[in-house]
């Protein structure tokens, strides 16, 4: 490779040139997200059952669903969530099933379950995934008196939505905000007694409407669309005059209006109610690019309907632009420091050139690459750049360093000493280079949770890698012949450079000498046996009293600037009453510096996964955009200590979690401590999870615990007498077609062309829907007149369940915990312990459903690819030096790095996670190269001629300084991630406590032990 390309430079421009425009492109132009999309495939499957309750819907509906769904291959999980008139049944797959197709599996199954389910329900199969989380929310409300919110609900789901949806580059939108629109009959059951009629003949009616009838917007004069109704006087008066009997209308016994459904969901955007429009990506698609899509077309939008208010109340864009953006500066400040830590060590502005320009072309040509590739750009691929720094700088330096040193040393021409330098390098730059690769790559094939994040990361440093070898041997020879064209003599500011290394960490050259000469003084053995108990007693009291300490998380916590609430009131309440308690919160929440926007969705609607889904009407998800972390004086944990105490403040409120987002691993595990009971009978369930709820409260580090679902809703309860009412001639289903509560559909109003089917929706009026008392009153028509409904039934009231859920065919309860910033392992510990303490827990199956799941799963897979990448990389060492034992030498100085990763880990204050561990296999990556390097100067030397021992000493001396700048190179760069110089490296800055640390011991460890041990086995 190096011959051809050193004969042929301009083919070699050629190329570079091309990757380089390429990487300009793909920076511009590909994909941006936060992190790689990591959640496992999920179909869900919503099932709307008009005035089925809880119990109802979870035995009629979700268990036959779940029964079928559960035999298929690939899935890890089936549960539930079920509440009034709805069931929504979850199944989750590995990472090996396609979403695709594991969408047609469930759909097969639904074929098969589907004669097991009440024939009037059909239910409907959606997918979910990372591109479920909305990229936008567009909030709509009133600008004047002139609309109202029902109105823009109509607007919303008829023209804007199919407008937007036109849009290739948008997914999917998805409207929410209750205001459903329907025609309502609103019956007086007093004047249905005076005429004789009876609800159910009032249903007959409706249902035999004309099906044509149109309901719709007119578009006026000045180019938007006025709230004027086609069936406002005209048809709805249709409705109106049907006749119910011969001499009877429908208007002599019931109000008609064009209105919508009783709410059972609500938003409130930016503090006003509103409508919501959560706009959705693809799979697979930039977060960025749908964003700038939708918001182009809200500005159309806006001149379209000057009525409404278009405002975002909630988004993705901002942090993955401020993500991005931070990241290309901590790209910079790594290049930066990098250079200067070059300079300190070799003095040289060539070493200083050669680096300078290797970089940006070794970052554009990965990015060229990740471009061809299909790739996106993410934080993770931002920071396998930064790591790749340290190691692109050492291999353009060392070809340098070996040519000067034929210039200098040997006195050779410059073409000769250019092309001798840089072949006698490539083998161990090559070595070096492999080496690296073999220790990281099993990575990426680990599988689970743990491969979708780092496949990408570790992808990303490959290329890097692979390319910076490249550069070395093919360009930096090309520019050495300018750089050195008018010779090598240093220049003053070079030499000062020197003389500062010299009278600084040059000195530690002797010192280190020195210990490898006691090892080969009187009784060696002795003194060889100690240094390595030595150290090895060092590894064994750092890791065993430091890892406990730290405890361990999945992946640390990351100060957005996203909060969410989750808030519930008694299961009684309805929307209304909800919203206007939380409305003082939210006007006190935008008088705030920190508060940006806010987003409250209340209760469920059918096929809306984004906003709401599984909550009660009482019950709201609140997201809360705050000013970015660079400029705000709180933290976002001390925002959320300022919230939680806010909502406290809140009348009636049962539940107040507030969680940073993202506050665990995997968006589909609840909570970061979630106990979890199960049984398969329902009673008496939540009685237990009252005695665990009070057991895990007092854990420290848990900032809140609520249950998921309780027997706190009341319901009224009607115990027909059937004997009696047999007397009258009723059946009890007469007796409840009579009592039209629910708002059930008896009828659906076609449209026009514009707007949706409207639903024609039987209730009772006024004060017979209200409350027990006068639900007694109700006349019931019999053959023998009317009937008080109390003459026909005993009616009271109880306590039943508003939500129930289940998992893996079971009823479950979540006891679920929220935490600031401790770890997983030391939470769910204490909870085992609290736990232990319980007594009557025998009878239900108690299991810890949170982040400690994806901790064991993930920590697991991991071991094993560092185990593996261990055995890769001594095979390959093995190989090359064509050697067994330098081979294990090289390897046993891996574990003497734990010792400053360990530290490194709890002097930045954080616990053992995923980025951890991917830091100790890059760390063992560069500890390694260094090895290769010594092993490789070593073994030159007894080649030569000298000693073992002459030949460790000056393996030493020769490879002193630049082992010292590879390592302080690459902690140079690291020194951003480390400090999280941007939004979401929390996330990925453990993986830079471990490498500085590491390399810090590791390096100064790997120069005494890795030259002792090579001259004592060399025989």
Not at 45 to 63: E, H
Not at 144 to 171: M, Q, R, V, W
Not at 578 to 586: D, G, N, R
Not at 839 to 859: A, C, R
């Amino acid at each position: 490779m190096f011959n051809y390309f050193y004969k042929r430079p301009y083919t070699l421009y050629a190329i570079i040139a091309g990757f380089f425009i390429m990487g300009i492109v793909a920076l511009i132009t590909l994909p941006k997200n936060l992190f790689p999309d990591a959640n496992p495939p999920q179909v869900i499957v919503i099932t709307n059952v008009p005035g089925a309750t809880a119990q109802v819907a979870a035995n009629t509906v979700s268990k036959p669903i779940e029964q079928e769904i559960s035999r298929l291959g690939l899935v890890t999980d089936v549960s539930s969530v079920n509440v009034a008139n709805f069931s929504i049944v979850k199944a989750d797959f590995g990472y090996k099933k396609d979403l695709n197709a594991a969408a047609v599996d469930v759909a097969n199954a639904l074929s098969i379950a589907k004669g097991k389910l009440p024939s009037n329900v059909n239910p409907a199969i959606y997918t979910a995934g990372d591109f479920t989380l909305p990229v936008d929310v567009i909030s709509l409300s009133p600008k004047n008196s002139d609309i109202n919110i029902a109105d823009i609900s109509k607007i919303a789901e008829s023209f804007i939505k199919p407008y937007l949806l036109s849009n290739p580059e948008i997914g999917n939108v998805e409207v929410f905000g209750g205001y459903e629109s329907a025609v309502n009959i609103e019956v007086d059951p007093f004047k249905a007694k005076r005429y004789h009629v009876n609800f159910e003949s009032i249903s007959k009616a409706i249902q035999v409407l004309n099906k044509d009838m149109p309901i719709g917007f007119v578009k006026g004069e000045n180019s938007f669309y006025t709230i004027t109704f086609y069936g406002e006087k005209d048809e709805i008066e249709k409705i109106k005059n049907i006749h119910i009997l011969p001499n009877v209308r429908l208007k002599d016994v019931a109000d008609v209006v064009w209105g919508y459904k009783k709410r059972t969901s609500g938003y409130i955007g930016n503090a006003k109610p509103a409508i919501a429009l959560a706009i959705q990506r693809a799979p697979g698609g930039s977060v960025l690019d749908v964003s700038k899509a939708a918001r182009a077309e809200m500005k159309k939008l806006e001149a379209q309907y000057p009525n409404i208010k278009f405002e975002i109340s909630d988004t993705q864009r901002n942090l993955i632009e401020l993500a991005n953006s931070n990241m290309l500066d901590a790209l910079r400040d790594a290049i930066i420091f990098t250079l200067i830590v070059v300079l300190f060590f070799l003095g040289n502005f060539r070493a200083i050139i050669a680096a300078g320009l290797s970089i940006p072309m070794v970052f554009f040509a990965t990015m060229a690459v990740i471009w061809l590739t299909g790739g996106e750009l993410n934080i993770v691929i931002y920071t396998a750049i930064i790591l790749a720094l340290g190691m692109l700088t050492d291999d353009a330096v060392v070809v340098l360093e070996n040519v000067e040193r034929h210039l200098n040393e040997l006195k050779e021409d410059l073409e000769t000493a250019i092309i001798k330098g840089t072949k006698e390098v490539i083998a161990p730059v090559f070595a070096g280079t492999i080496s690296t690769i073999a220790i990281i790559f099993p990575l990426m094939f680990i599988g689970g949770f743990p491969e979708k994040i780092f496949k990408p990361l570790i992808f990303t440093l490959i290329i890097a890698l692979v390319i910076s070898f490249f550069i070395s041997i093919t360009f930096i020879p090309q520019l050495l012949k300018v750089l050195y064209k008018n010779g090598f003599r240093k220049t003053k500011v070079e030499l000062w450079f020197d003389k500062a290394y010299n009278n600084s960490i040059g000195r530690l050259v002797e010192p280190y000498v020195n210990v490898i000469k006691f090892s080969n003084g009187k009784r060696k053995v002795l003194r060889r046996l100690a240094l390595t108990v030595g150290v090895v007693v060092l590894l064994a009291v750092s890791m065993g009293s430091i890892m406990p300490t730290i405890g361990k998380d999945a992946m640390p916590p990351m100060d957005t600037g996203i909060i969410k609430a989750q808030i519930a009131f008694s299961a009684n309440e309805t929307v209304n009453s909800a919203e206007k308690k939380v409305a003082p919160f939210l006007t006190w929440l935008h008088t705030q510096d920190w508060a940006d926007k806010s987003s409250v969705a209340f209760g469920t609607e059918p096929g809306v996964l984004s906003l709401g889904s599984g909550n009660l009407p009482s019950e709201a998800t609140i997201t809360i955009n705050c000013v970015d972390r660079f400029h705000r004086k709180l933290t976002m944990w001390e925002i959320e200590d300022i919230l939680r105490d806010k909502l406290s403040e809140l009348e009636g409120l049962k539940r107040n979690d507030v969680f940073d987002f993202g506050a665990t691993a995997l968006s589909s595990v609840k909570a970061p401590l979630v106990v979890r009971l199960k049984s398969p009978v329902v009673d008496g369930l939540t009685d237990k999870t009252h005695q665990v709820s009070a057991a895990i409260a007092s854990i420290k580090g848990l900032t809140s615990v609520s249950t998921s679902w309780d027997k706190d809703v009341s319901e009224i309860v009607l115990d027909i007498d059937e004997n009696k009412a047999l007397s009258y001639g009723l059946t009890p289903y007469q007796i409840a077609m009579q009592i039209p509560v629910k708002g059930q559909v008896v009828g659906l109003n076609a449209n026009l062309q514009s707007m949706n089917t409207q639903y024609v929706r039987l209730y009772l009026k006024g004060k017979f829907s209200q409350n027990e008392q006068t639900l007694r009153l109700l006349p019931i028509q019999s053959k023998f007149g009317e009937i008080p409904l109390e003459s026909l039934a005993k009616i009271s009231k109880q306590l039943t369940y508003a939500k129930i859920e289940r998992d893996k065919m079971l009823y479950s309860v979540d006891v679920s915990g929220y935490r600031a910033k401790r770890p997983i392992t030391h939470l769910t510990d204490d909870a085992d312990a609290a736990l232990s303490n319980i007594k009557n827990l025998k009878d239900v199956v108690v299991t810890q459903e949170g982040d400690i799941q994806t901790i064991n799963d993930s920590f697991g897979r991991m071991m094993k690819a560092i185990a593996l990448g261990i055995v890769l990389l001594l095979m390959v060492l093995i190989a090359i030096y064509k050697s067994v034992k330098m081979g294990f030498i090289m390897i046993l100085v891996l574990p003497l790095s734990l010792i400053g990763a360990a530290w490194g880990m709890l002097l930045f204050h954080k616990p053992s996670c995923m980025p951890s561990l991917l830091g100790i296999l890059l760390l063992f990556g560069i500890i390694i190269k260094n090895a290769v390097l010594l092993i490789d100067f070593y073994q030159h030397h007894r080649a030569s001629g000298e000693t073992p021992f002459e030949s460790a000493i000056e393996s030493v001396r020769v490879r002193f300084r630049p082992v010292l700048m590879t390592a302080f190179g690459t902690i140079a760069g690291m020194i951003p991630i480390a400090l999280e110089h941007a939004v979401g490296l929390e996330r990925l800055s453990p993986l830079a406590d471990v490498a500085i640390g590491g390399l810090l011991i590791g390096t100064l460890l790997t120069l005494i032990y890795v030259p002792i041990y090579a001259y004592s086995v060399d025989t």
